[in-house]
């Protein structure tokens, strides 16, 4: 049997859930011998190529974390979102309490931290009107909540997919 | 209450007519998920997590608001209804702004295990992301709209439970807003800081301030223990983890107790006076760090002394009653098995000798009401209470019973404003003279045919031809007033005669207010169900009651005379009551003074010795509270270093005075409570006792 080919994104979200995906550790290698990681934060690569699996984290927050939602829900035959950016907004929905503006001045002007003094409008993705769960944008095929969601339950869910066997009753945690 | 067959999930189940399909099912051990149901609290079917189907009905009904039928068909679990109740979990999340990951509350949160419940790993419906404000204007509550599910559980409670009714809705729909008062910031309103609100709030939406940080990494299990804040002495459960201490929420128990106050909840976890960490010695002005055998041997020095040897009663003891039995027994003994003088007492006002008197206590019971009568009273007659600080959960008890079940309230001598709209009768009177009052009340009783006491003839004709203004001149209150209060006591079918701190006598000579009560009580024939008198009286340690049962001593605390003293040993605890300026000056003129405290305390101004000994938190033992109940308390953590245990300093000084052979019994004292489990009421003593005629003398002497 080919090996499968796993991609995945880290969009508006803390890196925690791909944290959590190392934390799979010696499970790792028993990965390594089902599927390949052929796109990755960590891994430099341009376009993402066709895949069996998409993992998705974090929320979509602006132009660039929408392009490559939409990017990976074309080459992924099963589209996974992982943990609770992706699947609920959770953190990064707190900005939608407020206005755009209100959201860039604090960060690029009046962050004490900043030099810029003033709104970038060249490189820097421009903001969606408010941060939304991925399937608000996509089809999501299937969800894995938590924050970060336990080792345990990527492992759940990625084997099952893998293997094509039935995952066992999910446990499911928001946090 | 008729009994009625009906079938749940096709199994036959019987129950009674009155309850709701719900109860039937709890009871049955049938799930169903719930959200805006609290036992206790009245039902309202706003969260529609309940939904059953019913055989013959066209929709989904929920199961808290519907009753049980005779003949019912109920169905708690069908593809249909869970797809319903997960709609309804999604819709509530969508709603407002739920984020777990930061929420105090996560881990324990009724909506969370709804969501858990029901499967729901992500939302099928659009977020509305509502821009809502969070309310941190209160010093210990914070209120956070964006966590609020509208269950209005805790609106339910401050209203039913604690009889405040702080909390409503504004607005309609899913625009409803929590509001307190008429929508003013939470720190500002008529809030009684009771807490009672974050106990019942099913998510985050409102939590306690100073554990919110850290409640989510909080063991589960609880511990349970005391309140030594009042002689209601409630029972609380915490958790504990590397010495933090958690929300305090009520343990319910016998007493069937559902809240705590603000004392009870916010004032234990909050003191201001830093630990006291070393046995110190007072040089000068400067406090010097001595090892505790120094401390002993001076001790038993100073107890050597002459004078002392010829009259052991000039060495005193004071003890809170907010300690164990335990501790306030050892100090006992000390005293009367060691020392030879019977000069101890507990620092309460309410220590009344009177009491003890009055209700033949000699070592029994208290056979005085107790918290399930103020749920049953329809009349409250207030001596000299100021509840609301003093006893913030009988101030719940009579909130509620003034607001929901219409009860009247007559007031003497009432030291502030409270409820008083509504108050049916607000009497003034001069502190020393509110036991005239009770027995002029007694007067017109008899007059009026509505109470009987046997007295010498004499007495009962000269009572009988005091006319109003006699009674006037001898209360300082217009008769028609007290005519008044007499005809609403005559009424009521269940009164309760509270007696506070602040009843005559208790600063005086003697303890004629609480005679004056007893009298009114007995000769009304006004008893509970369980044979006690519809009467309590406002002890302010949750351990007052215990030490009286010890025998406490005659000595009054405000009777004290401190020339007539060398040694005093005085046992805080952490009690952080005052004592008052005059006590520190009383204190002062003694000439060894040994403090065993946990905290820095005012009473260390007058000081010569402090030994650091244990807070609540680190103290488990015996209490027994104002119903006569015995309650067991478990310690929250170890107790801090160095801490001194007052049985052990007790037991190390007699034997440094007294030598190695002295044997004496420190637990002597705890003889009543032995074999008495915990929730159990002390035995009561039936007999009758004599009323108290000189009571009535004083009423009558006056003309």
Redesign the interface.
Same mark, same amino acid.
């Given at each position: 049997m080919a090996k499968k080919r796993i991609a995945t994104v880290w969009l508006c979200g803390c890196s925690g859930c791909h944290m959590s995906f190392l934390d799979l550790d010696e499970k790792l290698i028993d990965l390594a011998a089902l599927a390949d990681i052929v796109a990755s934060p960590v891994a430099d690569v341009k376009e993402i190529p066709e895949c069996d699996i998409g993992l998705v984290e974090g929320a979509i927050a602006n132009e660039e974390n929408l392009h490559v939602l939409q990017e990976l829900r074309a080459k992924a035959k099963v589209l996974v979102?992982l943990g609770?950016c992706a699947?609920?907004?959770? #953190?990064p929905?707190?900005r939608?309490?407020f206005k755009n503006e209100e959201v860039l001045d604090r960060a690029y002007v009046l962050a004490e931290s900043n030099a810029l003094g003033s709104v970038p409008d060249q490189e820097v993705p421009a903001l969606l009107p408010?941060v939304?769960?991925i399937?608000?944008y996509v089809e999501?095929d299937a969800? #894995?909540?938590g924050?970060p969601p336990s080792p345990e339950a990527i492992w759940q869910a990625v084997s099952a997919l893998l293997t094509g066997k039935p995952a066992e009753e999910?446990v499911?945690?928001?946090? | 209450m008729s009994r009625i067959r009906m079938t749940i999930n096709g199994k036959a189940v019987s129950a009674f007519e009155g309850q709701t399909v719900l109860e039937v099912c709890r009871q049955n051990d049938i799930f169903v998920p719930t959200l805006c149901h609290l036992d206790g609290l009245t039902d309202i079917g706003a969260c529609r997590l309940c939904i059953v189907e019913i055989e013959g009905q066209r929709r989904p009904v929920p199961a808290c608001t519907t009753p049980a039928e005779d003949g019912q068909a109920v169905l708690t679990s069908t593809p249909a209804l869970e797809d319903l109740r997960r709609q309804t979990v999604e819709l509530i999340f969508g709603e407002r702004n739920h984020i777990c990951p930061f929420c105090p509350r996560s881990g324990n949160c009724e909506l969370q295990n709804a969501g858990y419940e029901c499967n729901v790993d992500h939302l099928r419906y659009n977020y509305l992301f509502p821009t809502l404000p969070v309310d941190n204007s209160h010093p210990r509550i914070a209120l956070d709209h964006n966590r609020c599910v509208l269950c209005a559980r805790c609106i339910r409670a401050c209203d039913e439970w604690i009889g405040a009714h702080v909390l409503d809705f504004d607005n309609r729909g899913s625009k409803s807003l929590l509001v307190a008062d008429n929508g003013i910031p939470l720190g500002q309103s008529s809030c009684v800081s009771c807490g009672t609100c974050v106990s019942v709030c099913p998510t985050g939406a409102l939590f306690e301030k100073r554990s919110a940080h850290w409640q989510g990494r909080l063991p589960k299990e609880l511990t349970e223990t005391i309140c030594p804040g009042c002689g209601v002495g409630c029972r609380i459960n915490a958790s504990v983890r590397h010495r933090q201490i958690g929300e305090m929420s009520p343990a319910g128990g016998p007493s069937g107790n559902k809240v705590l106050c603000a004392r009870g909840r916010f004032g234990l976890v909050n003191p201001t006076a830093p630990r006291v960490t070393a046995v110190k010695v007072k040089r000068g002005n400067q406090w010097v760090e001595r090892p505790l055998k120094d401390v002993l041997a001076e001790c038993a020095r100073r107890l050597s002394s002459a004078p002392i040897q010829a009259s052991p009663e000039r060495v005193i003891a004071l003890i809170s009653p907010r300690l164990p039995l335990e501790t306030i027994s050892a100090c006992q003994g000390f005293m009367t098995q060691v020392v030879n003088s019977p000069r101890w007492s507990i620092v309460d006002r309410t220590d009344a000798t009177g009491i003890k008197r009055n209700l033949g206590m000699n070592g029994k019971a208290v056979p005085l009401a107790g918290l399930r009568e103020l749920d049953e009273a329809d009349m409250f007659l207030l001596v000299g209470c100021n509840l609301e600080r003093t006893h913030g959960v009988i101030a719940s008890y009579v909130r509620r019973g003034v607001l929901h079940r219409r009860a009247k309230l007559v007031k003497l001598n009432p030291k502030h404003a409270w409820l008083t709209e509504w108050t049916d009768l607000p009497i003034l009177v001069d502190r020393n003279r509110d036991d005239k009052v009770l027995t002029a009340m007694l007067k017109y009783l008899i007059e009026d045919g509505k109470a009987r006491l046997d007295m010498p003839e004499e007495l009962a004709q000269r009572l009988s031809k005091m006319t109003d203004d006699d009674v006037t001149a001898a209360t300082g209150v217009p008769a028609a007033q007290i005519r008044e209060a007499a005809r609403l006591y005559g009424q009521a079918q269940k009164p309760i005669v509270l007696c506070g701190t602040g009843v005559a006598g208790i600063y005086g000579q003697s303890t004629r207010g609480i005679a004056a009560a007893m009298n009114l009580v007995k000769a009304a024939r006004q008893k509970t169900s369980a044979g006690r008198w519809r009467l309590m009286e406002l002890a302010a340690g949750a351990n007052t009651y215990g030490a009286r049962l010890m025998g406490d001593s005659e000595l009054n605390i405000d009777h004290l005379d401190p020339h007539s003293a060398d040694v005093a040993f005085v046992v805080i605890g952490d009690d952080d009551w005052a004592w008052g300026r005059e006590w520190i000056e009383k204190l002062r003129t003694i000439s060894f003074v040994v403090v065993l405290t946990a905290r820095n305390h005012e009473v260390l101004e007058s000081a010569h010795v402090v030994i650091p000994t244990a807070s609540w938190a680190e103290r488990q033992g015996t209490y027994v509270n104002l119903e006569g109940r015995v309650q067991k308390g478990c310690r929250l953590m170890e107790p801090a270093p160095g801490c001194i245990d007052e049985v052990a300093f007790f037991e190390q000084l007699a034997r440094a005075w007294r030598g190695p052979e002295f044997t004496w019994s420190p637990t002597a004292g705890l003889e009543p409570v032995r074999q008495l489990a915990d929730g159990h009421m002390v035995p009561c003593q039936s007999r009758e006792e004599p009323i108290d005629l000189a009571a009535i003398e004083a009423l009558v002497a006056e003309v």
């Open positions: 979102s609770d699947g609920f907004g959770c #953190i929905m707190l939608n309490q408010k939304r769960p399937h608000e999501v969800w #894995i909540p924050c999910p499911l945690s928001y946090d | -």
